[in-house]
């Protein structure tokens, strides 16, 4: 394509069978990874960035992708073909700089696999696609109380690792921009198209490449070992994902509750205000918001023990932890606590007073699993979506 | 025992009291309040009673129609966003069977709106009203 030859390479090569010809240097396996990885890391960062809360399963599935597509390109890295393997592109820190300083000049040296700053890439992306998938499933399980992790992270943790995994998808679009760069450049260099040698695999054999004879794959061992790891893998992760979330409690349904406090308004989930709140309104309720809402000493008695009881205090969930913060002028509204207003303030007026919602404290209409206490992110559907773009992707 | 007319039979009991869409529970829950009150229960002192505003209550609900819809026959909404049945026994027939519901609702909402309890004359009126419709 090129019209490359052996003589302008420079460099005294081993005289292989056809120097100058074009032969498979990335298998089946490499490409097939390289490009699904791009598919999924672009769907993952596409609906970690830009799409609503409500996209989460998406996000989420992209990142189970990933974690599959690293097994696989470890196993590959070892059983693959020749080009496929670790031992191909471990190079020293002396060839690296070597290579570097080479490069600063404009005259790289042509490496028929990775070159050493590929190389480099290749691992900077393995070690933050990791970090990314880990500080992600600690989100999702800690924050969110999901996914695998649920049982053993707790809100705090995960409410950390967001800030993690924010910092390292920010950082991804710098290497994916510096590999992107790094490939431009070399086939500038080497005057070689690098981006079609990952779609065909065909690259120019013409170089100082130390490994001058490509090995064949062991698809066989790679797939027994990919099953070992998916047996192995398989038991924790289902012995993990069995674990109760840990930021639940068991609570028993309260029928008068749901009766009492539903036929008004949606029957706020206990944990969404801190016990102090709840007995203020039981003691409050003959002028509760503006009417009466008074109920008989027995029952009022009953409810306020349930609702202290199941008070915010006593979860370990997105909601919980963060409307334990209530209001200093009004702290026994729950749609007056900062955290709430937060979550809400790009969410038009027009669209709780919809006929469909018809007030902020209708939770259920637009939270699915609002009686739950949960608010996953992918119950949310606002009835109707005049809310602002701006707002449906923020993720706090 | 009917349990639901369309609209326009319902009107034509608009007149009557205690109609025949009043199951035994209702009955005997209108005759409570009846035997308490002063005179014979009144579907237009209801009416009147259920479409005026009164004040003298909290300030967010001046009329039973501020949360009730405009018209017994109409869907309300609470405050909170929160669909109430028709008022009317034709649309919702389970309505007005249960005494200590109903003394319940009462108590709240004539202190919600007239900010004062209800008379026994005024909820028999009431009942009558809508037990009609």
């Known amino acids: ?396 | 025992m009917k349990l639901s007319f369309a609209p326009l039979a319902a009107a034509l009991f608009l007149t009557a009291i205690a109609p025949a869409s009043a199951g035994p529970d209702q009955d005997s829950v209108l005759t409570y309040f009846q035997q308490r009150a002063d005179s014979a229960a009144s579907p237009e002192r209801g009416k009147s009673l259920f479409e005026a505003r009164h004040g003298g209550g909290k300030p967010q609900t001046p009329s039973c129609t501020s949360c009730h819809g405009g018209t017994p026959s109409e869907t309300g909404k609470t405050r909170a966003g929160k669909e109430i049945a028709p008022m009317a026994l034709s649309r919702t027939p389970q309505r007005f069977s249960d005494l200590k519901k109903v003394e319940k609702w009462f108590r709240r909402n004539c202190n919600s709106v007239l900010g004062r309890e209800c008379t026994a004359q005024e909820k028999s009126d009431f009942l009558a009203f809508m037990m009609s419709q």
């Open chain 1, 1 to 396: 394509m090129h019209g490359t030859n052996a003589a302008d390479s420079g460099i005294a090569t081993r005289p292989d069978r056809k120097a100058s010809a074009k032969t498979v240097v990335w298998d089946i396996g490499v490409r097939g990874f390289h490009w699904s990885l791009v598919v999924v890391v672009a769907t993952a960062a596409a609906t970690g960035f830009l799409a609503p809360e409500w996209w989460l399963d998406i996000h989420v599935w992209a990142g189970y992708a990933v974690g599959i597509l690293i097994v696989f390109r470890v196993v590959w890295a070892f059983y693959g073909s020749f080009h496929a393997r670790l031992s191909s592109f471990l190079f020293s820190p002396n060839d690296t700089l070597r290579y570097l300083r080479a490069l600063l000049r404009g005259k790289p040296q042509h490496f028929t696999g990775h070159n050493p700053a590929g190389a480099l890439m290749v691992f900077a992306l393995f070690v933050l696609l990791s970090a990314l998938l880990v500080s992600g499933l600690m989100v999702l399980g800690g924050q969110e109380n999901q996914g695998m992790l649920s049982g053993i992270v707790a809100y705090d943790a995960g409410h950390g690792a967001r800030v993690f995994h924010e910092l390292l998808s920010i950082l991804l679009l710098f290497l994916i921009g510096a590999h992107i760069l790094g490939v431009v450049a070399e086939s500038l260099l080497c005057k070689e198209n690098l981006a079609g040698a990952m779609l065909t695999g065909r690259k120019n054999r013409r170089s100082a490449s130390t490994h001058p004879v490509p090995g064949t794959a062991s698809p066989r061992r790679a797939l027994l070992a990919i099953a070992v790891i998916a047996a192995a893998g398989g038991t924790a992760i289902s012995a993990l994902a069995r674990m109760p979330a840990s930021g639940l409690v068991e609570m028993p349904g309260n029928a008068v509750y749901l009766a009492e406090c539903g036929d008004c308004h949606h029957a706020y989930h206990p944990s969404l205000l801190p016990a102090s709140s709840w007995r203020r309104i039981m003691t409050g309720l003959p002028d509760h918001f503006g009417e009466d809402a008074s109920l008989g000493r027995q029952t009022a008695r009953e409810l306020a023990t349930y609702l202290a009881a199941y008070a915010a205090e006593r979860w370990d969930t997105e909601a919980a932890n963060n409307l334990r913060r209530v209001a200093a002028r009004d702290p026994l509204r729950i749609t007056a606590a900062p955290y709430w207003t937060a979550r809400h303030k790009d969410i038009a007026k027009a669209v709780f007073a919809g006929k469909t919602i018809g007030s902020k404290g209708n939770c259920i209409a637009c939270h699915a699993d609002a009686a739950t206490g949960r608010f996953d992110d992918q119950m949310i559907a606002v009835p109707e979506k005049q809310i602002s773009q701006k707002a449906t992707w923020r993720q706090q």
